[in-house]
């Protein structure tokens, strides 16, 4: 059996490096039928209770430290040895096993920022975590460990091990698996199988002088292999998602197909675009733009989407992703200045295509020809499988393998990610018709329902639209650059909620932690006021020691959100999130807090005073909107509010109510800093106006 070492990430707790202390960070064997021969083990001050328990196993006689007396170069006390230890040294041993042809003992070892490692263990063996971290220096290189020094310990090096990101050859988290000895696909026989539990990549390793690795297929949250014992085929436990919530598990079977030759080869040959040279798609398929762009490395991109029959439709949401028929085809076509800020420099780099099916979805990539040598564009060509890299002049260019698509393009997030409500309640076309695009695709029979006016529904804000509030730039940008992830059900590995619809406290950003324990012991995802000891700022901007998010799809930092994520938390950032927290700081547990309290006796009660962001304890503190009217026309001063929507409501009557019909009154959380008025025609010798403030 296998055991980690017991938390903190970077064996905070000391429990790698030693034989003598506790049973963490090792593999363990014993002997449960307590076979004549084999050894007691030693008492264990972990376990709590008086000691007077029977054992229930025994320690093999032949284990490796039996009458072991040193370790590392320091001594060992008789008494306090672990002879339950067969491998020590390792950091989250995430399945193992026993070829059963060879006895060979495989084992896959998660790592912690760097490597994700495949171990040949004998006994006896030490996998070298803390001070190794797969083949590179680990977090504790160099200093001494439960009172050894590195250049004491005889270490093994893993048989094969990569690093973290989203490509072919790369993941997050190693699920190890088992040496194939069945007979239904030869080509497999005697290669070790395993995956890696974010990226879904599965591979097969086949060892030698040089260790020959091979993808052969994706799915994302494997948790284990066996072999089935009829026949020996690689049985595959499917979690169902890779997030905190858990999916709907399933049994997979890894089997043979026959190699996919139906891509076409060209992308003049897909048909979707009846001419290159401007990218004019064919008749159904439409262009589309979004409100916030999803960063890509600088690129500039451009968006179509086709729908397999005029009679599909797609199944619209205010909030969710939206959903969409079996054969509906969207195409991206990204643009990159070889010079950043040089338009002359601009050269076609890759056309994608995302196909939703019956049962998910998949995606294909097309690389143009002729990107850095200055000759006509004329053609793309399809990528293979594994995708592949390109070198610029003053960047690299990942363009991803097929499996990689679907790592962000997940059945939670709903497939294509930004054809929704927030990234298309904007204008837009449709052949001659122009409007606001949702209202278009409704208008045209799209859509299956009516999504009423767009000024009802919610969109996103980019960084540069300073009219709106830090807040609410920052929650579009979140949305579109980690929420696809950062959602229950998704591949994020974090506690934190990035989708859009939710309120600030229902994020769980403010002052939380994240799974992984922190660099510095102080650091938590959103600290208000505190931007280097912020992990979301840390990990977009790749400093204060953290490796960068999003782990794959980008190698250039975003430094316009980066600063948007700084100056938010400087400012605006509140870590009265809700209004228990809020009603604890000005009153604590008196009942003068109670929402419907008005203990300054002002006209506003708590609540109204935890919305409008006044203080409840100041009676002259109130939310005071104005009205004017100057030649039939009525205009409101609103006070911004960051984090709250606004909307104003009209009557005639003081009975029935609407939204006001003037321009920007979007509920949108305006900027603070700047003045807010909302105007529009005067309607009647009398109108009343109302706000409606809520949480977002």
């Known amino acids: 059996m296998g055991f980690g070492d017991g938390g903190t990430q970077d064996d905070g707790y000391d429990n790698s490096q030693h034989l003598d202390k506790n049973l963490w960070s090792s593999l363990l064997r014993i002997d449960v039928d307590k076979r004549s021969g084999n050894l007691p083990p030693n008492p264990d001050s972990d376990i709590p209770g008086s000691g007077t328990g029977s054992v229930g196993f025994l320690i093999p006689s032949d284990n490796p430290f039996v009458g072991a007396t040193s370790f590392n170069g320091r001594p060992i006390s008789p008494s306090a040895l672990r002879s339950e230890i067969f491998v020590t040294g390792v ?15 495989w084992l896959a070892d998660v790592g912690r920022n760097d490597r994700e490692e495949v171990n040949l263990f004998v006994a006896g063996d030490n996998g070298g975590w803390a001070w190794r971290e797969g083949g590179v220096a680990g977090p504790r290189s160099g200093q001494l460990i439960n009172g050894a020094a590195q250049a004491a310990a005889t270490l093994t090096e893993p048989l094969y091990d990569y690093g973290h990101g989203g490509t072919s050859f790369e993941g997050q988290s190693v699920t190890g698996g088992i040496v194939y ?30 260790n020959v690795v091979d993808r052969l297929a994706t799915e994302a949250a494997i948790v284990s292999f066996v072999a089935d014992p009829s026949n020996g085929d690689v049985l595959l436990l499917d979690r169902g998602n890779t997030g905190t919530s858990q999916g709907t598990g399933r049994i997979l079977r890894l089997v043979q197909t026959a190699d996919d030759t139906t891509f076409p080869a060209t992308l003049s040959a897909t048909g979707y675009f009846a001419d290159l040279t401007n990218l004019t798609p064919n008749p159904g398929a439409w262009p589309y733009d979004v409100n916030l762009r999803f960063w890509s490395d600088n690129a500039d991109k451009s968006r179509w989407f086709l729908l397999k029959s005029p009679t599909d439709l797609i199944g619209y949401s205010r909030d969710a992703p939206w959903t969409f028929p079996t054969g509906m085809v969207w195409a991206k076509h990204f643009d990159l200045e070889l010079t950043p800020g040089n338009p002359s420099t601009k050269r076609r780099i890759e056309t994608r295509f995302l196909v939703k099916t019956a049962s998910g979805s998949y995606g294909v990539t097309y690389q143009w020809n002729n990107i850095t040598n200055g000759q006509p564009q004329t053609e793309a060509t399809l990528v293979g499988p594994n995708g592949t890299d390109l070198i610029l002049p003053q960047q690299r260019w990942h363009i991803p393998g097929r499996g ?37 695709l409704s208008g045209n029979g799209y ?23 830090l807040q609410a730039r920052v929650r579009s940008y979140l949305d ?26 229902q994020t769980g950003l403010i002052n939380a932690l994240s799974v992984d324990a922190p660099l510095n012991a102080g650091d938590r995802l959103v600290i208000p006021g505190n931007v280097n000891g912020s992990m979301i700022y840390s990990r977009a901007a790749a400093a204060n020691g953290y490796t960068r998010m999003p782990p794959l799809g980008s190698n250039v930092i975003d430094s316009e959100g980066v600063q948007l994520l700084s100056d938010w938390i400087q400012s605006e950032a509140s870590a009265l999130t809700s209004y228990d927290k809020w009603r604890s700081q000005y009153f604590g547990t008196s009942a003068d807090g109670a929402p419907e309290a008005n203990p300054d006796g002002d006209s506003q009660t708590n609540f109204q005073e935890y919305l409008f962001r006044t203080n409840p304890l100041v009676r002259a503190d109130v939310f005071t909107p104005s009205v004017t009217l100057n030649g039939g026309q009525v205009s409101l001063a609103v006070p911004a509010l960051p984090g709250r929507s606004v909307r104003v409501e009209r009557s005639t009557n003081l009975g029935t109510w609407e939204r006001w019909n003037a321009i920007g009154n979007d509920g949108l959380s305006r900027n603070p800093s700047l003045p807010f008025f909302l105007a529009a025609p005067a309607s009647g010798p009398k109108e009343f106006f109302r706000f409606r403030v809520s949480e977002n």
């Open 91 to 105: 950091r989250n041993p995430w399945q193992f096993s026993f070829d059963p042809t060879t006895d060979e003992l």
């Open 181 to 210: 000895r069945g007979s239904r696909i030869p080509s497999l026989v005697g290669k070790y199988i395993f995956a890696d539990y974010v990226s879904g990549n599965i591979w097969s390793l086949q060892k030698g002088t040089t």
């Open 404 to 440: 990689e698509c679907m790592t962000c393009h997940n059945p939670t997030a709903g497939h294509a990610l930004s054809f929704n409500t927030p990234q298309l309640n904007r204008s837009g076309s449709l052949g001659s018709d122009v409007g606001n695009f949702i209202s278009l």
């Open 447 to 469: 859509l299956d329902q009516n999504p009423g006016a767009p000024i009802d529904l919610p969109r996103h804000v980019r960084p540069d639209e300073t009219a709106y509030s």
């Open 480 to 505: 579109v650059n980690c929420g696809y992830c950062h959602q229950p059900g998704a591949g994020g590995g974090g506690n934190w909620d990035g989708r859009h619809h939710l309120t600030l406290d």
